[in-house]
């Protein structure tokens, strides 16, 4: 069952962050047009910075989970390495169930309850000039907490499962 569990997670997220790609051309055309509009006719727009900003906060968020899937992210292995691979899943389990797992719920429940409450209020972005509704990148960012707390609580059961000598060696824990 956790197999199944892992591999529909594994699905998940990929979809999400494949289907956030969708973003990053937008983000290119969004900065050329600005450059081009800045530079070369001196014609600055109110738009461009909002919409830069949003995307790429959105884009960030959405793929973090992905990050985490394909073991991506920034790690100092220096003495974990050295360790049994038990006793690495077991440091790993660890983190995930007593630091990282607490702080994403945390931070993204109250970013969940944050685009819930722009939407209901039709809330504007107050610094910028132009005030778009800022709901729509709110709830971006929220499905990337979703997200990075769904991979995260399937890395952690694998990591359990290494513990406990079940399972395949996870991603994360680096072959000696």
């Known amino acids: 069952m956790l197999s199944r569990l892992g591999q529909w997670s594994d699905l998940?997220?990929?979809?999400?962050?494949?289907?956030?790609?969708?973003?990053?051309?937008?983000?290119v055309l969004c900065t050329l047009y600005e450059v081009l509009a800045r530079y070369a006719f001196n014609r600055p727009t109110i738009w461009a910075f909002?919409?830069?900003?949003?995307?790429?906060?959105?884009?960030?968020?959405?793929t973090a989970a992905y990050v985490l899937q394909k073991s991506a992210h920034v790690r100092i292995d220096i003495l974990s390495t050295r360790l049994p691979h038990r006793v690495q899943h077991a440091v790993n389990l660890a983190f995930y169930a007593l630091v990282f797992l607490p702080a994403i719920w945390i931070v993204g429940a109250a970013t969940i309850?944050?685009?819930?409450?722009?939407?209901?209020?039709?809330?504007?972005?107050?610094?910028?000039?132009?005030?778009?509704?800022?709901?729509?990148?709110?709830?971006?960012?929220?499905?990337?907490?979703?997200?990075?707390?769904?991979?995260?609580?399937?890395?952690?059961?694998?990591?359990?499962?290494?513990?406990?000598?079940?399972?395949?060696?996870?991603?994360?824990?680096?072959?000696?």
């Open 113 to 176: 309850r944050r685009a819930y409450s722009a939407f209901m209020r039709g809330e504007v972005e107050l610094v910028s000039a132009w005030g778009p509704l800022i709901w729509p990148f709110f709830s971006a960012v929220a499905l990337g907490f979703v997200m990075l707390w769904l991979q995260a609580l399937v890395e952690a059961a694998r990591h359990a499962a290494g513990v406990m000598g079940s399972g395949p060696l996870s991603r994360q824990v680096i072959e000696r």
């Open 12 to 27: 998940l997220v990929r979809l999400v962050a494949y289907t956030s790609l969708v973003i990053y051309p937008g983000l």
């Open 50 to 62: 909002d919409i830069v900003f949003m995307l790429h906060g959105a884009l960030f968020m959405l």
